[in-house]
């Protein structure tokens, strides 16, 4: 079973709310991580946790706040978002962060910043 | 510098056609992984395969099938009898970097657009 799990799968937001992204696994993977993907462009990587400790954070910035609560979820909260945040955000998850390690993707939440 | 190059942007064939899709990669490492992932229109992307640097051998799944040559630093996707159903962007992705701890990151490519057309 490969499966990574999100919701929603779609949300739209204004600017002053607070929302989050979740995601879960069942796979007893030790490392998460959260992408964004803008139309016609490959993920950008934000943030990943690794045993449930923030590993690697892109210089991503404070309006979005990662929260790993325990091995199997993974939350991204969301505050004062731009219209230019709007994008897929994509969950994955792997067995470790080892260079041999497969990423499985979530299928993703389609957010929409007015 | 790790780079991973996929030169065709958008590729449309005819239901049947087989395709091949491009993969080049740069790096100066000697262990990595090389990946293929398949993004349909609904936006999962969803791992196809893995391949070690170690190991040249090419590789069959069903109409899929993987050329890696380390001589020329690629990594090619063939769809054999394409089918409406393989219509994505597909992307490839480089791993690089020891296992001693290594907090590595994919390196992806730009992705191709495969049309399949009926």
């Known amino acids: 079973d490969t499966e990574v799990t999100q919701t929603p799968k779609h949300l739209v937001m204004g600017m002053t709310n607070k929302k989050s992204l979740k995601c879960e696994q069942h796979?007893?993977?030790?490392?998460m991580y959260w992408y964004k993907q803008k139309a016609k462009k490959p993920p950008e990587l934000m943030f990943v946790?690794?045993?449930?400790?923030?590993?690697i954070n892109e210089s991503v910035p404070s309006r979005f706040s990662p929260e790993c609560p325990n091995s199997s979820l993974l939350n991204l909260h969301l505050h004062a978002l731009q219209p230019e945040d709007s994008a897929l955000y994509l969950c994955?998850?792997?067995?470790?962060?080892?260079?041999?390690?497969?990423?499985?993707f979530g299928p993703g939440t389609r957010l929409t910043v007015l | 510098a790790q780079k991973v190059t996929q030169a065709q942007t958008e590729i449309s064939v005819v239901e049947k056609e087989d395709v091949t899709l491009d993969c080049v990669y740069e790096?100066?490492?000697?262990?990595?992984?090389l990946f293929w992932y398949k993004q349909p229109p609904s936006g999962e992307l969803v791992f196809l395969i893995r391949?070690?640097?170690?190991d040249e051998q090419n590789e069959i799944s069903g109409r899929y099938s993987w050329n890696f040559q380390k001589s020329t630093s690629s990594f090619n996707f063939t769809i054999t009898a394409s089918q409406v159903v393989d219509s994505a962007v597909y992307f490839c992705?480089?791993?690089?970097?020891?296992?001693?701890?290594?907090?590595?990151?994919?390196?992806w490519g730009l992705g191709t657009s495969l049309a399949v057309n009926p």
């Open positions: 994955a998850s792997s067995q470790g962060v080892r260079t041999s390690d497969t990423q499985y």
């Open positions: 796979m007893g993977h030790r490392a």
């Open positions: 946790y690794s045993y449930e400790k923030l590993s």
């Open positions: 790096t100066r490492d000697t262990t990595y992984y």
């Open positions: 391949r070690n640097s170690f």
């Open positions: 992705a480089l791993s690089e970097g020891t296992n001693a701890g290594n907090n590595r990151k994919l390196i």
